[in-house]
């Protein structure tokens, strides 16, 4: 299964504990996301039976959040002060399912999440440019600390166990050259829209296998992955999990 993890953090602009108001800053990685189908164009909200789980559709056409699984979030977590989301696509299909996971509290830690994790064809239909572009959408929409892209797998394979690892993509709000990260396969700049409204890079895609999607089994592909991260630690660019 490979799994796209953001964290962000709560700042003074995400006081809100209330469910639209989050769901909407993922707005437009949920239009992408439809647009491009290929996780399928249905997100329903989890629920404990196959039958329950095809109720309530979570966004609209626009990628914001439903009334009705806005109504059914609220009366599930009224009072609570950690809330989660979770959504699936509907797919039955060998390798078809996708879920879907948007976590948030009024604490600074752990740390916002917002994650998707497919079993393999969604990923295969964006293909490397279609996943670099949904990093975008996420790293324009969150100003996350990190995005990684990978298979869960490859924890167990990567260098640091207290920080991110790079896996096929990793994502860092720092503007990165070829100089300080050789090995990477390619360094993709993200942009956004500054105050004054000119673009200005926000971040960078570390992708460190380009000519075919990253495969944690093949030793090759684990090795570049792992050089890439001993380079960002001993420049003290990648974060330890307990700073973020």
């Not at 299964?1 to 709560?10: D, E, F, H």
């Not at 050789?182 to 200005?200: C, F, H, I, N, S």
């Amino acid at each position: 299964m490979t799994i796209i993890n953001a964290s962000y953090k709560r700042d003074g602009t995400r006081t809100s504990l209330a469910f639209r108001p989050n769901v909407q800053e993922i707005a437009t990685t949920i239009q992408f996301l439809n647009k491009t189908a290929a996780f399928g164009k249905n997100w329903f909200l989890s629920q404990d039976t196959k039958e329950k789980s095809f109720l309530y559709p979570v966004f609209d056409a626009s990628g914001e959040l439903t009334t009705a699984a806005e109504a059914v979030l609220e009366a599930e977590f009224k009072g609570e002060t950690s809330r989660f989301l979770s959504a699936w696509n509907g797919e039955l299909g060998d390798g078809e399912g996708a879920t879907m996971a948007l976590g948030f509290s009024d604490s600074d830690w752990p740390a916002r999440t917002f994650r998707i994790s497919d079993k393999g064809q969604g990923v295969k239909r964006l293909g490397i440019d279609g996943v670099k572009e949904l990093l975008s959408h996420i790293a324009g929409a969150l100003r996350p600390v990190f995005i990684t892209v990978a298979r869960n797998q490859y924890f167990k394979k990567q260098v640091f166990k207290d920080r991110p690892g790079v896996g096929w993509m990793l994502y860092l709000p720092r503007v990165l050259t070829t100089q300080q990260v050789p090995e990477a396969r390619a360094l993709v700049p993200v942009m956004a829209t500054g105050e004054q409204g000119k673009d200005k890079q926000i971040g960078t895609i570390i992708v460190s296998v380009t000519d075919e999607p990253f495969n944690d089994e093949n030793p090759e592909h684990v090795k570049i992955a792992n050089a890439i991260e001993i380079r960002l630690v001993d420049q003290d660019l990648l974060p330890r999990y307990v700073d973020i």
